[in-house]
T-cell receptor, first 111, second 111 residues
Framework: SQTIHQWPATLVQPVGSPLSLECTVE??????LYWYRQAAGRGLQLLFY??????ISSEVPQNLSASRPQDRQFILSSKKLLLSDSGFYLC??????????FGQGTRLTVV | GQQLNQSPQSMFIQEGEDVSMNCTSS?????WLWYKQDPGEGPVLLIA?????ELTSNGRLTAQFGITRKDSFLNISASIPSDVGIYFC???????????FGTGTRLTIIP
């Protein structure tokens, strides 16, 4: 069966520090991969999605970037975090059907 | 990015009551999905709908794909405490790789 792993679960980082969140999927090949951000009590904002290795589409211009170095690995990065980057970050995958499955999320607090 | 209009934004009900929520879009969708998110966790897929007019149940949950392809409905019968959470609809258009999420309905059960 397919599983998705996302880490770390929580992270506290100072303003101006770099960020790297990692997501991996097991049990499937060539998945579509997504990064979402959720502000407290709010909906899901799509940040990046990828349909294949090295193929990244950005939905919202910001100081975040994403990379897909391997088929089942998706990384969210920042060179310098802002206070406004705080939030709940969710990785998700889907097959070539349309159902997306989410990781457990990373709670990022920028202080 | 585009978002679906989901209503109501929040609901306060008593245990045992039935719940109805809906999602509307200005665009036609090929697929409708309904998710539930518990606090601090990623959303979990509840029901997937693929055909206009389709009515699908999952235990006490029933969802429908609107005939116009621009809306979907979720009903929960005889609510119980574990139904508390945020419910999201999501839709995908024809030939579109990414899901568009609704703004969420927060369900609270009053003791």
């Amino acid at each position: 069966s397919q599983t998705i792993h996302q880490w770390p679960a929580t992270l506290v980082q100072p303003v101006g520090s770099p960020l790297s969140l990692e997501c991996t999927v097991e049990g499937t090949s060539n998945p579509n991969l997504y990064w979402y951000r959720q502000a407290a009590g709010r909906g899901l904002q799509l940040l990046f999605y990828s349909v294949g290795i090295g193929q990244i589409s950005s939905e919202v211009p910001q100081n975040l970037s994403a990379s897909r170095p391997q088929d089942r690995q998706f990384i969210l990065s920042s060179k310098k975090l802002l206070l406004s980057d705080s939030g709940f970050y969710l990785c998700a995958w889907s097959g070539k059907g349309y159902e997306a499955f989410f990781g457990q999320g990373t709670r990022l607090t920028v202080v | 990015g585009q978002q679906l209009n989901q209503s109501p934004q929040s609901m306060f009900i008593q245990e045992g009551e039935d719940v109805s929520m809906n999602c509307t879009s200005s665009s036609i969708f090929n697929t409708w999905l309904w998710y539930k998110q518990d606090p601090g966790e990623g959303p979990v897929l509840l029901i997937a709908l693929y055909k206009a007019g389709e009515l699908t149940s999952n235990g006490r949950l029933t969802a429908q794909f609107g005939i116009t392809r621009k809306d979907s409905f979720l009903n929960i019968s005889a609510s119980i405490p574990s139904d508390v959470g945020i419910y999201f609809c999501a839709g995908q258009g024809f030939g579109n790789e990414k899901l568009t999420f609704g703004t969420g309905t927060r369900l609270t059960i009053i003791p």
